[in-house]
């Protein structure tokens, strides 16, 4: 079954600090991966995605995630975290069933929070 | 405007009650989902549409129904509400044309069944 795993439940940096919440997954195929965020009483805003090429993919608001295939992992990292960057994560797969549903499998999420 | 509109966002009901969540897109997808939010569990998929006359569920679809009314909307139905639907829901849509797509949301519609 394919599935996303966020081991930790909240992730605390000081601003300025790097930062880096963790993803791993378990997929039958290639694995297109996913990052969105959640700000307090808002929907789920698109980061990045990773399809093909390059295992460093850039996105949104200076985050970047890095695709590593033999750790089945698809962290997500920015150089200098800011306070404004508090808020939920969530990392996701493209199920990859017999169908082409487009349907994306969710981790659990992760707090992060920003200190300054 | 926001491109995926949900109403009510807040809704508090009683157990028994028929309850509606609405969804309305303007970025002209065929694709539109409905999530379920829960604590520590992510977002879970309660059903899911292709089309007027596609319609799919979900891992979690036991004790919801859909309609999509039209290309643009998708409205998720709770026959009976019960404490435990109490939770965030979330309506997303995508293109086909991009397979590789990622989801757009709505901002979501707070339910709360006592």
């Known amino acids: 079954a394919q599935s996303v795993a966020q081991p930790e439940d909240q992730v605390n940096v000081a601003e300025g600090n790097p930062l880096t919440v963790k993803c791993t997954y378990s997929v039958s195929g290639n694995p297109y991966l996913f990052w969105y965020v959640q700000y307090p009483n808002r929907g789920l805003q698109f980061l990045l995605k990773?399809?093909?090429?390059?295992?460093l993919v850039k996105g949104s608001y200076g985050f970047e995630a890095e695709f590593n295939k033999s750790q089945t992992s698809f962290h997500l990292k920015k150089p200098s975290a800011l306070v404004s960057d508090s808020a939920l994560y969530f990392c996701a797969v493209r199920d990859q069933g017999s169908s082409n549903t487009g349907k994306l499998i969710f981790g659990q999420g992760t707090t992060l929070q920003v200190k300054p | 405007d926001a491109d995926v509109t949900q109403t009510p966002r807040n809704r508090i009901t009683k157990t028994g009650k028929r309850i509606m969540l609405e969804c309305s897109q303007t970025k002209g997808h065929d694709r539109m989902y409905w999530y379920r939010q829960d604590p520590g569990l992510g977002l879970r998929l309660i059903y899911y549409s292709f089309d007027v006359k596609d319609i799919n569920k979900g891992e979690i679809s036991d004790g919801y129904s859909v309609s999509r009314q039209a290309q643009a909307k998708f409205s998720l139905s709770l026959e009976s509400a019960i404490p435990n639907q109490t939770a965030l829901y979330f309506c997303?849509?995508?293109?086909?044309?991009?397979?590789?797509?990622?989801?757009?949301f709505g901002e979501g519609s707070r339910l709360t069944v006592l």
């Open positions: 990773y399809i093909t090429g390059d295992n």
């Open positions: 997303a849509t995508s293109s086909g044309q991009v397979l590789t797509g990622e989801l757009f």
